[in-house]
């Protein structure tokens, strides 16, 4: 299909997006009291091969190969000098457990804990494993290349939801961290020999979540008002990331969340965020009648999700998201509420 180049909106996918519906068994063990069991995989992916053309991979649905156990889950991949690596974690006997495999060699157990998040990064020369682990109550980062170990140094007590890209030759991380109850987001860059100094970048009254990171921007979704998406470009001076203001990819009353970020070889900056409703999670009354007056633009309610696209200091084209207009066609709809069921959800850059 070719479409005409146009205004960034909300659209499908640019090159490498890979936009995942994970359905799973919910089994009453762990320490929330369900975990996750990842059963298959549905995968709708597409690409841009040239600004105005626009692409769906033939197959939406790929036949994925499980690995690691009945209980994995919070799994990642890495190609490093041709071998393909995995990391994931498994709940065995009351525990996590992290494991990584190279190739077709045996998984080996790193190890265990109350963990999130495993993350391999290919770096110059070597890959870092990075992991989220819970210590007295509080969650650190964790970092381990080649010999090196360490505890990720950070500006506030507890740790979460890090991301991670190569800046050079250094791992460059980003993190949501908690300082005196409230989140704002940190970045390091660390060297080969574990040295590293952290730079928090937000602090305001807000909660900023989920950082997505790259060698030149780092963006994370921001509470101050609504739901919204910031970004901010970064240097190295000395080792120390620094980050520009930020300014809103996404400012509406609606939602706005889930930021994932790409630079691509021609030295562009991909990004990629989630699109609801206004007053999503809000509180809520209805009118009392059969529908009430919840629409799919407003309300409080897990509706619909579609996926907004788009390349900072330039423009894509419309890309289109068939279910929307599956959905609209649907008989016994009602007025203003068609999109109900429809999700191009945790989209991701690659």
Not at 239 to 265: H, I, K, N, W
Not at 323 to 339: H, I, K, M, N, S
Request: with cysteine; net charge negative.
């Amino acid at each position: 299909m070719r479409f005409d180049e146009g205004r960034d909106q909300r659209v499908g996918c640019p090159k490498g997006l890979i936009g995942r519906h994970r359905p799973y068994i919910l089994s009453r063990q762990g320490r929330s009291g369900y975990r996750r069991r990842m059963h298959w995989l549905v995968m709708l992916t597409a690409s841009v091969a040239l600004a105005q053309d626009f692409h769906y991979e033939d197959a939406p649905v790929v036949e994925a190969a499980p690995f690691g156990g009945a209980e994995a889950s919070d799994a990642d991949v890495v190609s490093h000098q041709g071998r393909l690596g995995r990391t994931w974690l498994e709940y065995r006997d009351g525990t996590d457990v992290l494991f990584v495999q190279w190739g077709d060699d045996a998984p080996s157990e790193i190890t265990t804990g109350t963990l999130a998040r495993p993350t391999l990064t290919s770096c110059p020369g070597r890959v870092w494993l990075t992991w989220e682990q819970e210590h007295e109550g509080a969650w650190r980062i964790h970092a381990e290349s080649a010999g090196v170990r360490l505890l990720v140094r950070s500006p506030g007590r507890s740790d979460i939801n890090h991301d991670a890209c190569a800046a050079g030759d250094a791992l460059r991380l980003a993190w949501q961290t908690d300082v005196d109850g409230q989140f704002d987001i940190a970045v390091c860059d660390i060297d080969a020999a574990g040295a590293h100094v952290p730079t928090r970048v937000t602090d305001t009254d807000a909660s900023d979540w989920r950082p997505s990171v790259t060698p030149t921007h780092l963006a994370w979704d921001t509470h101050l008002e609504d739901n919204d998406v910031l970004i901010a470009a970064l240097s190295s001076n000395g080792g120390v990331v620094e980050a520009s203001v930020p300014v809103a990819l996404a400012s509406t009353a609606g939602f706005e969340g889930r930021v994932d970020l790409l630079d691509d070889a021609q030295g562009r900056t991909w990004y990629l965020y989630e699109e609801g409703a206004e007053a999503w999670g809000r509180r809520y009354i209805g009118n009392w009648t059969k529908w009430n007056n919840i629409t799919d633009r407003y309300g409080p309610l897990h509706r619909f999700r579609a996926l907004h696209v788009g390349v900072v200091g330039g423009e894509v084209p419309p890309l289109p998201m068939p279910l929307f207009e599956a959905a609209e066609a649907r008989e016994d709809q009602r007025p203003g509420a068609e999109w109900l069921g429809t999700y191009y959800e945790r989209g991701r850059l690659a």
